[in-house]
């Protein structure tokens, strides 16, 4: 049974500014302008205390205030619910999860020049707030707040399923294009063909040794 | 690709999430231990997790400003509510005292309080933070009612020309230029300064389409505005709204300035003008 908070206003405005990074790190990748971002999360905070009652105490108040935030964003940018993407639907991307070579995946994680670091953030940023919102906001409250998957399928209003969905392809589009942009930086070399290459050279079967053991048991 | 790859690709991203079952888990880590693609998989699964938090982080820092910010609003929001449970509390006590006959006019004038904390003595600051919320709303309706009667009733302007409100300065402790309202077809008339519980606001005249538009300015700080009224926003800023006699009234503080307008027009034009003047 749940159990309601008696928080008093002091309490909750501490426990508010705690969360002020993370509620203004998801309303910025949200609504995409620092300013409108400040307001969300002003807006979410002043509901929010007004309803601190509505709070369960001993269960995640960061997940709360970021239920509340997705909410508030929803009615005042997207009356009809978060932006429905083109890309919804049957899967838009035909790269399989196999695509990329052990080697440049190593190089994508660790280019060799630090130089590029920041320069791979800031591409990071621009990838993340090009993808669908649906996608965005699945992948920034899952890599950025660790929310749970149950976490996140209460503040997005959806079952578990569609949030690992919306999770894994938000972060294929994000691995893709950021596997563009290093290719393009000159980080990572083409690959030799759709494909792991090293596993290529490794038959899924042995079918010569298979046909040898059965030979010699017989 | 092996076989055991295929069947575990699809669990990486859970495995990096910390969402598997325990049994799925050990399948994990099992294939991971003698697969080097998968293990770079997981690796770059990773990376990619920690690039973004940071990218987001890095995007947004919570500056002090903004954090100053919060905590005022949400003070005020705790001040509002506070002052609003207590007067419906008195309301509620006055229910059962009073006879209907009484308590209808009661009600009518509760219904509509705008707070003006008047600034306290050392003695009144001692008092308890309910005694204070009750003093403020005492002084809620008086305040108003002066509010209202300059509004309906108040003298010629002592100033018309702008560049002279600046003499008005020193009496009401804040900055004060001429908001032009023009886009609503507002025309100034005059400005003078008006005693207020014991403050001093300065009083704006506009005439706009024959109907009287006053606006009051004044030290928010000083003379805090708090209201009871139905809070609403207007312009992504918190305005709070209520009628009196006939006299629609909004109120909103912008940087420490107090600003509310008298006006007769209706409750959301009211809004709509209070927002537009800093």
């Not at chain 2, 449970?85 to 006055?94: G, K, L, P």
Request: proline letters at 5%; a negative charge; hydrophobic letters at 40%.
């Amino acid at each position: 049974m749940s159990r309601k908070s008696s928080i008093s206003a002091r309490e909750f405005e501490q426990e508010a500014i705690a969360q002020l990074s993370a509620l203004l790190g998801v309303a910025s990748r949200l609504t995409r302008n620092p300013a409108d971002a400040q307001d969300l999360v002003q807006d979410t905070l002043l509901k929010a205390m007004r309803a601190r009652d509505q709070f369960e105490a001993g269960t995640n108040m960061r997940a709360w205030l970021l239920r509340i935030l997705t909410n508030t964003f929803i009615n005042r940018y997207r009356r009809g619910g978060l932006e429905r993407s083109v890309l919804d639907g049957p899967d838009a991307d035909p790269l399989a999860d196999g695509w990329i070579s052990a080697s440049t995946m190593e190089s994508m994680r660790e280019p060799e020049s630090q130089a590029l670091r920041p320069m791979l953030e800031q591409e990071i940023k621009r990838i993340l707030d090009e993808l669908p919102e649906e996608f965005r906001l699945a992948v920034v409250l899952s890599d950025v707040e660790e929310l749970s998957y149950k976490e996140i399928a209460d503040i997005m209003g959806c079952p578990i399923g569609t949030v690992m969905s919306r999770l894994h392809r938000g972060r294929r589009l994000l691995k893709s294009r950021l596997y563009e942009h290093a290719r393009a930086l000159g980080i990572v070399g083409p690959e030799a063909s759709v494909g792991d290459t090293s596993e290529k050279q490794e038959p899924v079967v042995d079918l010569a040794s298979y046909r040898e053991k059965r030979v010699s048991r017989s | 690709m092996t076989s055991s790859c295929r069947q575990t690709i699809p669990l990486l991203e859970a495995f990096g999430d910390e969402e598997l079952t325990p049994e799925q888990l050990l399948e994990v880590e099992q294939h991971i231990v003698d697969c080097g693609t998968c293990t770079e998989r997981v690796r770059l699964n990773q990376a990619l997790h920690s690039s973004v938090r940071s990218a987001v982080r890095s995007a947004a820092p919570v500056m002090p400003a903004f954090e100053a910010r919060i905590a005022a609003a949400l003070r005020a929001e705790a001040e509002r509510t506070e002052v609003a449970d207590i007067a419906v509390e008195r309301e509620a006590r006055h229910h059962h005292m009073l006879s209907w006959r009484t308590v209808v006019p009661v009600a009518a004038a509760a219904a509509v309080t705008l707070v003006w904390a008047a600034s306290t003595s050392t003695q009144q600051a001692q008092l308890r933070g309910e005694k204070s919320a009750y003093a403020q709303a005492e002084n809620a309706d008086e305040l108003l009612e002066e509010l209202v009667d300059h509004h309906v009733n108040g003298g010629g302007p002592q100033v018309t020309e702008p560049s002279l409100l600046s003499e008005l300065e020193p009496q009401v402790g804040v900055p004060l230029s001429l908001p032009s309202l023009k886009e609503y077809g507002a025309r100034w008339v005059g400005g003078s300064v008006v005693p207020v519980s014991n403050q001093h606001a300065a009083s704006l005249r506009y005439m706009m389409g024959g109907h009287r538009v006053t606006l009051y300015v004044y030290n928010s700080s000083r003379v805090p505005i708090e209201t009871r009224l139905q809070p609403r926003t207007v312009r992504n800023e918190p305005v709070y709204v209520g009628t009196r006699r006939g006299v629609s009234i909004a109120a909103t503080e912008h940087r420490g300035v107090g600003y509310a307008v008298a006006t007769d027009l209706n409750d959301d034009e009211s809004a709509e003008l209070v927002a537009a003047v800093y």
